[in-house]
């Protein structure tokens, strides 16, 4: 049995923990360019960001011992599903230490609040939309991303495939 536990983000304290794990991750990684924290909180807020007036998405956070050390976001779009029809849910803002029970209690999590709302098919990442950050790092590692461009760890890619996910552009 894992010692990883994943809590669905529910309060401010949950938030907060939910975005700094990237900075813990990326400490010393040179081409990491850190977000602009009050940008990314009024991001996920409901209440500030129009994605949600079409849109409801979970965030959790993975804990290894008190510690946050993942996280992933599952995301129920009902525009993108009345005009593509196909039952599909994304994930995103995945990020994780390089261990493949954290990733795969991540995964398990997003994976199980999309199957709660009827849906039968995952993508991402998207963080939260295809006009939002979206997509997965997986070669250039060593320049700074542009503007909108995510950045991962080089391990991403086998934490993801290792769900059963897989590149399709």
């Known amino acids: 049995m894992s010692d990883v ?3 669905p983000v529910n ?3 949950g938030t907060r923990d939910f975005l700094d794990v990237p900075f813990a991750l990326y400490r010393d990684d040179p081409t990491w360019v850190a977000p602009l924290y009050l940008e ?5 807020n409901p ?17 290894r011992g008190g ?3 993942g996280r992933i976001s599952a995301q129920h779009d009902r525009l993108r599903l009345e005009h593509h029809k196909d039952n599909t ?5 995945f990020e994780s230490e390089n261990d493949p029970a954290i ?4 995964f398990t999590a997003a994976e199980h609040w999309l199957k709660a709302r009827g849906l039968a098919r995952v993508q991402g990442p998207f963080n939260f939309s295809i006009n939002d950050e979206l997509g997965l790092l997986v070669k250039g590692f060593e320049r700074k991303p542009n503007m909108m461009m995510g950045h991962a760890r ?7 495939a290792g769900n059963g996910y897989c590149k399709v552009k």
């Open 47 to 63: 209440k500030k960001n129009p994605y949600f007036q079409h849109a409801e998405a979970q965030l959790f956070v993975a804990y």
């Open 103 to 106: 990733a795969q209690a991540l």
């Open 154 to 160: 080089p391990y991403y890619d086998a934490l993801v």
């Open 11 to 13: 309060d401010k304290k």
């Open 67 to 69: 510690r946050p050390v």
């Open 5 to 7: 536990q994943v809590r």
């Open 40 to 44: 990314r909180m009024d991001h996920l």
């Open 89 to 93: 849910g994304q994930f995103g803002f």
